[in-house]
């Protein structure tokens, strides 16, 4: 007979005594132990709020600030004292985005959308990409200014970008701001996709506030799904694959060879569509959980038959508001601007600097280089429609630059992103072409080939993506260029890395399986009883904390 006396000694054995100071650290910030969805912590905690948060369903303001106190606590566990700059950046946005809803004219509401964006870009640039400035100053102009010491407030893009898009839906009249300050404070520090996304839009998201709470068995069913398929996708496959391989083999590459280079690239791209993937899965039950519904971030982007095809289903939320707030800002397919054409401009006048600078040590820098402008070019002149083919390709690029600087400040980001740009190029003439191609997707082998082809582009570009700098990604890059075939080499690794390499097939295969399968998974977890899948769901936190080495790894978008 299970007695609370049991509970407690089950309790002490496994997790050990709980005492005052532990309880205390529970609530005060620690660099070194975020609150993450992956942790027993965030467990404890949330089911305590979401008891009470039953409680309030029925109320309204009492339960979106219950909501936003948890979401602004929630912050303060991940990134300090600096909640308080979340707090700064939405009070300025709501008290513009009022100001611009009631102002009459065109001119003036254009001002203070200029001045907000300045604002916002502002805070972002100076936290994320001042020491960057910095560097790249001082390498061209020889200069001696000293790094700042900057902490970078976890998934400061993401809420940054989700304000935004406020502001301007409101500015292109899409949307009317929320009555109140609580409701806007609820909509952009909403907790389950506060740090990493979804990046959510306010059209969508706002009038679910105002609807009634109405959470079904079916949405019950989904949530716990998603977040058991998130926990195994983070914690099972994508944590135990970067310890215990991929970070160090991309650490220090030359110490590697040539094999484990290349399957630590194959690693790192299931590694990272794991964690991002698997958060997005979690932070969209929670949020479905609490009565709301999250877009879906990913749509098994590895088996994408093109480069345009894969951001389609790679990262949603953002693809999608590059495209709708950069790309259509700046043109589109429609017309160039200035910011449209000087991007690409600045970026392959570096390359082709890049290239002449090495050109003693090696010619092939300069021969990427131009191999890279003249490619460019032959994407438009090469078109029916050179005009709007040059615009298009322009726009695109800038914008594939700019989500690549997004991601991270470094010239592998940059170059990314500039690669993602190149080839979206590469597709849209390819497709002019042979437009054939696009309706052949019954035809097995061609589809066999064109997801083998984009997968391999994408992993390659991946290692710019992971590496530290530009220099450790050429290093992983030329180690792979020397690999050779040597089986019992190959035999030899597999087998001292058994564990990864199995957790990494588990991981495509998982990510490979026809959909008929996930839905036949889905139909058998719809069928269990309520506390089998409460079972389920604490056997997964139960080998979380089981498997817990070196603690709990943060999500690979925190730093976004």
């Known amino acids: ?132 400035m910095i560097v790249t100053f001082n390498d061209m102009f020889h200069g001696n200014y000293q790094l700042h010491d900057i902490f970078l407030p976890v998934g400061i893009s993401f809420y940054t970008f989700q304000s935004m898009s406020y502001i301007i839906e409101i500015y292109r009249e899409e949307i009317k701001p929320t009555k109140n300050y609580i409701e806007y404070l609820f909509f952009v520090s909403f907790f389950p996709q506060l740090v990493a996304g979804p990046i959510v839009r306010a059209k969508d998201f706002l009038p679910q506030i105002y609807q009634k709470l109405n959470l079904t068995k079916q949405d019950v069913n989904n949530a716990l799904f998603l977040i058991i398929g998130g926990l195994i996708k983070k914690t099972v496959i994508s944590n135990y694959i970067s310890i215990n391989f991929v970070d160090r083999v ?39 959980l609490l009565g709301f519904k999250l877009p879906a971030n990913f749509r098994t982007p590895y088996k994408s038959t093109s480069i345009t095809d894969f951001w389609r289903r790679w990262h949603i939320s953002l693809s999608t508001w590059l495209k709708d707030f950069l790309y259509i800002s700046i043109g589109g397919n429609r017309e160039g601007t200035f910011a449209g054409f000087l991007f690409p401009s600045l970026f392959f006048f570096g390359l082709l600097l890049w290239g002449i600078s090495n050109v003693k040590e090696s010619f092939i820098p300069l021969t990427i280089a131009l191999g890279a402008i003249v490619i460019f070019c032959l994407t438009f002149l090469l078109s029916k429609k050179k005009n709007q083919t040059l615009v298009t390709n322009f726009n695109l690029f800038t914008t ?56 391999h582009f994408v992993v390659f570009c991946w290692i710019f993506f992971r590496a530290r700098d530009f220099e450790t990604a050429l290093q992983v890059i030329n180690n792979i260029g020397q690999l050779t075939f040597e089986p019992e080499q190959w035999k030899v690794i597999v087998l001292g890395y058994k564990n990864v390499f199995l957790l990494m097939l588990f991981g495509y295969v998982w990510h490979f399986l026809p959909e008929i399968f996930t839905s036949k998974m889905k139909f058998v977890f719809d069928k269990t009883p309520l506390i089998g899948k409460a079972i389920v769901l604490g056997f997964i936190y139960w080998i979380v904390y089981a498997t817990a080495v070196a603690g709990s790894q943060p999500f690979i978008y925190f730093q976004f």
């Open 400 to 455: 594939m630059l700019l989500g690549g600087l997004w991601h991270g400040a470094g010239a592998q980001f940059i170059v990314w992103g500039a690669l993602h740009g190149l080839a979206l190029a590469i597709h849209k003439i390819f497709v002019e072409f042979f437009p054939s191609k696009k309706e052949k997707s019954s035809n097995f082998l061609w589809t066999f080939f064109s997801i083998v082809i984009t997968f």
């Open 250 to 288: 991309f650490d220090t590459p030359m110490n590697y060879t040539s094999f484990e280079n290349l399957m630590a690239s194959y690693g790192y791209a299931i590694q990272i569509y794991c964690d991002f993937s698997g958060y997005s899965d979690m932070a969209i039950g929670i949020a479905l």
């Open 1 to 132: 007979m299970i007695t609370t006396d049991s509970i407690n000694n089950w309790f002490v054995q496994n997790f050990g005594t709980v005492t005052l100071e532990q309880a205390k650290s529970w609530f005060i910030y620690n660099p070194e132990e975020k609150l993450l969805f992956n942790t027993g912590l965030f467990l404890g905690l949330f089911l305590v709020f979401y008891f009470v948060y039953a409680f309030l369903r029925k109320t309204f303001y009492l339960r979106l600030t219950y909501v936003i106190l948890f979401s602004l606590f929630f912050y303060y566990k991940s990134s300090g004292i600096y909640f308080l700059l979340l707090l700064l950046s939405s009070v300025v946005d709501y008290s513009l985005s009022q100001i611009i809803y009631r102002e009459a004219k065109v001119s003036r509401k254009k001002i203070y959308l200029v001045i907000s964006v300045i604002l916002n870009l502002g805070l972002l640039g100076y936290f994320k990409y001042m020491n960057f």
